[in-house]
């Protein structure tokens, strides 16, 4: 049944069609309002954002004029828009899903829109990208501070279904294309800024619908794991990092990294290189059910410990990635949480020279029912272009 505008004025059918088939996103609807209910919980109301696109497929964006996905623990969604907003919901599975919009215009009071129907002082937890704009006068309908939805929708989006994960394999062969192509542009006498300029456009010559970021860090700016890019000019002598990605329709993303040169190494940087080489395979290699995020970390880490590159590895091993590039599980150390078939994360231990140089390798992995599935598969040693 095609969703349609419920107040006042001419009944509007939606128009558009899932990114993925309603059935997806029926599955995720319903597993969202079970785990309100896990929650103790009355509703969950979700912003415009990656956890609303993950939902239903909206690209709706966030503005002064409150849009919300209002979840119950019993009983049906809404989604509470703007009439003037409502076009944004193209391309959404909202009319697939048949879900009330209520839509409102100036003057209305949206918020209390969205909790009508709720109990009265309803306990609801709020998606982590809604404004203070909304989140306050949310607040002042229910009388108690929202929570966060945080727990809950982590748990929606950390664990991929196979249409999500089939979209990230996508996203890494595409990327993969691209460095695959490297030795066209990255070369001495560049500009990094130059070679990005290259690298962008075949970004998107690739599939990507945007350069979600791209970093050449050359020689000493290679030490700097978010150095983006410069007017520095590369030297032959250079080692490069080359890090990049973006979203690949319907907007999950891809995220690799590996590290050039142009002729051999000294010996200091070879043997680092093949410490990081090591350390980097043993955390792949680590990835299975039942082991714990941490516990990936330190499979990087200790290597690297032992061959006394520790000060050299400045950061986590790596980070979550769907719809955002960066979301749960974090590869850190603390983080005890237990590794689950359908987690898709990247695995990106670097070592750090300041003033010198660096190096990192980055793959995006899927834990499989037995260990893990890598989406990059370009060359992990030192590439000599």
Known sequence: ??????????????????????????????????LTRDAGLDALVVAPGPDLRHLVGSRAETFERLTALVIPAAGDPKLVIARLEVPSLSDSAVGDLGIEVADWVDGDDAHGLALAGLSPNPAIAVSDSMPALHVIPLAQHTGATPQLATAVLRELRMIKDGAEIEALRRA?????????RMGEWLKPGRTERE???DIRAAILGEGHSEAAFIIVGSGPNGADPHHEFSDRVIERSDIVVIDIGGPVEPGYNSDSTRTYCFEPPAADIADAYAALHEAQRAAVAAVRPGVTAASIDAAARDLLRERGLADQFIHRTGHGIGLSVHEEPYIVDGNDITLRPGMAFSVEPGVYFSGRWGARIEDIVVVTDDGCESFNNRPHELVQL
């Open 1 to 34: 049944m095609a969703a349609t505008s419920t107040t006042a004025g001419s009944a509007t059918p939606l128009f558009g069609s899932p990114l993925f088939g309603s059935d997806v996103y029926r599955e995720r609807m319903r597993r969202a309002a079970e």
């Open 172 to 180: 890494g062969a595409a990327i993969d294309r691209v460095h695959a």
């Open 195 to 197: 070679v990005s300029d």
